[in-house]
């Protein structure tokens, strides 16, 4: 069997802890240069362009440099799995939009103010709506916090629970042990 070995591996290479690491530090390089007013305009345009990269490597969990040299980040073949599915619900997913549609008409309402704060107000408006249409945010990833609904489906006596959030089988439970005797 011939093996090609690929230039650019396409498969997910970075692992969970990397994956925080690289939301915290690129939302710290757009937030240090808003808060400080001695910042300069290039500086933190710089730190910005820092910043895209590693949120884009971060959210599409593939890093092109991991790529590039064949390294990945991940322990584990299925570390990622239940770290990535989904951990908002439909009424979680609405209460974002809604929070980022307010945050960007009261950036939009004092255009007349010159204020920083503003600008920070319309770039906390992207997370949130951004987590909002992946029904997955990282915090929540990060401290195993799930709003995602599960679905109950009733066969006759039997509860089966199918869990939207993790790769596990789901069906019916197994019948209880009654010592080689069957219940009545």
Not at 129 to 141: M, Q, R, S
Not at 153 to 179: L, Q, R, W, Y
């Amino acid at each position: 069997m011939n093996t090609i070995r690929l230039w650019m591996d396409p498969r997910t290479n970075v692992g969970k802890v990397d994956r925080v690491i690289r939301f915290t530090v690129a939302s710290a390089l757009i937030a240090v240069p808003l808060l400080y007013n001695g910042v300069d305009a290039e500086y933190a345009a710089l730190t910005s362009l820092f910043a895209i990269p590693l949120m884009f490597t971060a959210i599409s969990r593939w890093c092109p440099a991991y790529a590039f040299l064949h390294v990945q980040s991940i322990r584990h073949k299925y570390e990622n799995s239940r770290f990535y599915s989904r951990n908002i619900s439909k009424a979680d997913a609405v209460f974002r939009y809604l929070l980022g549609s307010v945050l960007i008409l009261a950036t939009m309402a004092y255009t007349s103010i010159a204020d920083p704060w503003l600008v920070i107000l319309a770039l906390l408006a992207i997370p949130v709506i951004h987590t909002a249409i992946l029904l997955w945010d990282p915090v929540y990833a990060a401290f195993e916090i799930s709003t995602f609904e599960r679905r109950m489906v009733t066969t006759g006596n039997t509860v089966n629970i199918t869990d939207f959030t993790s790769n596990g089988k789901s069906g019916p439970p197994k019948p209880a042990a009654t010592g080689g005797k069957r219940a009545a």
